[in-house]
């Protein structure tokens, strides 16, 4: 199974033009896509839909749409464009090859911000029917504008995904409207996946809030139950290697050809560690300022 996630800056590619149909090109052939920084009639990319732009040219995916921004535009603006583009959204996309069963948007509380862009961050929780069972996936777009944030949404996103087996579906217990049960609505799944542009590196404290802390002799201790692992870890590659000059760096804020950081990443339960075949990063891609993250699953 090929799970892909890619941030991809509303389209802008690094030559600065807006094509979304070279993204298209590359992530239809993959079974689950997260993307982040997709958009919907924003002035920057043309007043595109940019999601019924991708979920037309990807039919047979089905997919979740989860923005994190949603504003009325400007009456200057919005009364010389058709009603549909009176709002201007951006989000997480998730696509899949296999059936969503259900899915539920989680918002992430942060802190105003004076003097730097400051973004309303949150989350897509969705399970996946695989062919050999239901999964949980989770789209994720982080950003820390203040060191507050930081350990305040890697905190809530943990709860978040170790709660979700207690909260369970979306709809449960008796009623009796029965119509509230007329789709199958099957228990929180153990296993989950994480996908996500997370804007930190590895070694940094909110990597370790998530894979646990190293210990010199040891390696990463990682919880028994509820810990995750870096699945480019996992498959073989060096942790720190783009900040040795390596070739997993997903983003490169002075350009390509200086070093880059490793900010966008696959996490899973523990208990799936043994499924990762490989993880590499697409670094001949330059349809975003980020550079896709490809992971290869055995068949769960």
Not at 24 to 46: C, K, M, N, T, Y
Not at 188 to 201: H, Q, S, T, Y
Not at 246 to 275: E, K, M, Q, W
Request: net charge negative; glycine share 8%.
């Amino acid at each position: 199974m090929d799970l892909l996630t890619y941030n991809i800056q509303h389209g802008r590619g690094q030559d600065h033009v807006h094509d979304l149909s070279r993204i298209v090109d590359l992530i239809r052939p993959f079974d689950l896509i997260a993307l982040q920084e997709v958009e919907r009639h924003w002035e920057r990319s043309g007043h595109a839909d940019q999601v019924a732009e991708i979920l037309s040219a990807m039919p047979t995916h089905y997919h979740i749409w989860g923005p994190t921004i949603d504003e009325c535009k400007a009456v200057h603006q919005s009364s010389a464009l058709p009603p549909s583009c009176g709002r201007r959204q951006f989000g997480n996309l998730l696509l899949s090859r296999y059936p969503i069963l259900w899915a539920r948007q989680h918002s992430l509380l942060g802190h105003q911000s004076a003097l730097h862009l400051n973004l309303h961050r949150g989350l897509i929780e969705a399970v996946v029917e695989l062919p050999n069972g239901p999964i949980r996936i989770y789209v994720v777009h982080l950003t820390y504008p203040l060191p507050i944030v930081a350990e305040s949404h890697i905190t809530q996103l943990l709860n978040i995904v170790r709660h979700s087996r207690v909260e369970g579906p979306p709809v449960s217990g008796k009623h009796g409207d029965e119509s509230w049960f007329n789709e199958a609505h099957p228990l929180v799944p153990d296993e989950a996946i994480l996908l996500g542009d997370f804007n930190f590196r590895p070694g940094d404290p909110p990597y370790e809030l998530l894979v646990g802390c190293h210990h010199p002799r040891l390696g990463r201790v990682i919880d028994k139950d509820t810990g995750l692992i870096d699945a480019w870890v996992t498959a073989g590659n060096a942790e720190d290697g783009a900040d040795k000059g390596g070739n997993d760096a997903t983003f490169h804020p002075n350009g390509v050809g200086n070093l880059g950081y490793r900010v966008d990443y696959c996490f899973l339960s523990n208990t799936i560690s043994h499924l990762v075949e490989s993880c590499e990063v697409i670094s001949d891609c330059m349809y975003s300022d980020h550079f896709p993250l490809y992971v290869r699953l055995k068949n769960i």
